[in-house]
């Protein structure tokens, strides 16, 4: 291409979180993403949702601006749910106060002029490791999250399913267990075992149990310090055999397994992929899971499954918002 002569086009991906927001330009070359610019900044940073789009909006402009000869096609924007898919609204997600049926395809399409397409992150990230990681290839594929929540995207007969209502892939607020740690707002749920705060939760719990034993926990000895336990020192310490650290991942591994048994048995999926903390801490999580699908779900189905950590690591936040720009259903 003549770099002087001729136009590229572009996407823009917009990513909303709730410790971040990013904007990336990319496109689609030989079955992949070529990323060619990226922005991104600290959500709390702006005082509103006005704010904030309209910095998002600077941004990609002056990407734009940046990567001289582009025209923008399409903008795609991954968020956390709730959403309203259909009239392009974000409904009040818990992570995001104050953004309460904010109009965002409205204010794109206005503000960029092109298409915008919204999916909440789940299915966002879906599309990515679909067409681009591990699920490249298949026609039915489950995404789940393990990050800060746990959730489902859905690829069923080479289609991203959303549900009737764009709600399909609630998969974190089934309740596995009567009693256990909190998530998804329901006692026992596969959130509550299989997230960064379940995690946490769960550790906070069987710390103090064993504190007010008289046992010693070395990485976390006191009863106060359980308030600032999370995901990762529970995975560092079970990484160095901390046996009481290994038992929260073996009991959170459990209980994954039984979420994916579920899920071979109802979807008959060709692959599962799982992104965030079971990439990262694969050895500690996978033998146990494996045990519970080898030991719940029907032969027939397992064995054409495979279950692998996600194939975009760092970048599938990126790779999600511009998948939903160039998704074509």
Not at 26 to 39: D, L, P, Q, T
Not at 58 to 71: A, D, K
Not at 100 to 108: N, T
Not at 172 to 200: V, Y
Request: hydrophobic residues 40%; charged residues 20%; proline residues 4%.
């Amino acid at each position: 291409m003549d770099g002087l002569s001729l136009t590229r086009e572009v996407v823009a991906g917009i990513d909303i979180g709730g410790t971040k927001c990013s904007m990336v330009l990319g496109y689609e070359e030989n079955s992949g993403i070529k990323i060619i610019g990226k922005r991104s900044f600290l959500t709390d940073s702006c005082k509103s949702w006005e704010d904030t789009l309209n910095r998002i909006t600077f941004y990609i402009e002056e990407l734009l601006s940046e990567n001289g000869n582009c025209r923008l096609t399409a903008a795609g924007i991954s968020c956390g749910g709730p959403l309203d898919i259909e009239k392009g609204l974000i409904l009040t997600p818990p992570n995001l106060p104050g953004w309460d049926k904010v109009p965002i395809i409205k204010y794109f399409q206005k503000r960029l002029n092109v298409k915008t397409v919204l999916q909440n992150d789940a299915n966002a990230c879906a599309l990515a490791e679909w067409r681009y990681g591990a699920g490249k290839g298949c026609r039915n594929m489950v995404f789940l999250t393990f990050g800060t929540g746990f959730g489902a995207g859905l690829i069923l007969n080479g289609r991203l399913y959303s549900g009737t209502n764009g709600m399909a892939g609630e998969v974190g607020h089934i309740r596995m267990k009567k009693n256990g740690p909190l998530g998804h707002g329901k006692q026992g749920s596969l959130e509550g075992f299989c997230s960064g705060g379940g995690i946490a939760r769960l550790a906070k719990i069987k710390v103090l149990k064993k504190l007010k034993n008289g046992a010693n926990v070395e990485f976390c000895p006191t009863p106060e310090m359980t308030e600032s336990l999370d995901a990762k020192m529970v995975a560092e310490a079970a990484v160095k055999g901390d046996p009481t650290a290994k038992e929260i991942f073996t009991i959170s591994g459990h209980y994954l397994g039984m979420g994916l048994a579920l899920l071979i048995d109802i979807l008959n999926p060709e692959r599962i992929v799982i992104g965030s903390i079971f990439a990262r801490s694969y050895s500690l999580l996978w033998p146990e899971a494996k045990k519970a699908i080898m030991a719940e779900a029907l032969d027939i189905s397992r064995d054409v499954c495979k279950v692998l950590p996600s194939a975009l690591g760092d970048e599938i936040g990126d790779y999600a918002a511009l998948s939903v720009a160039l998704y074509e259903d």
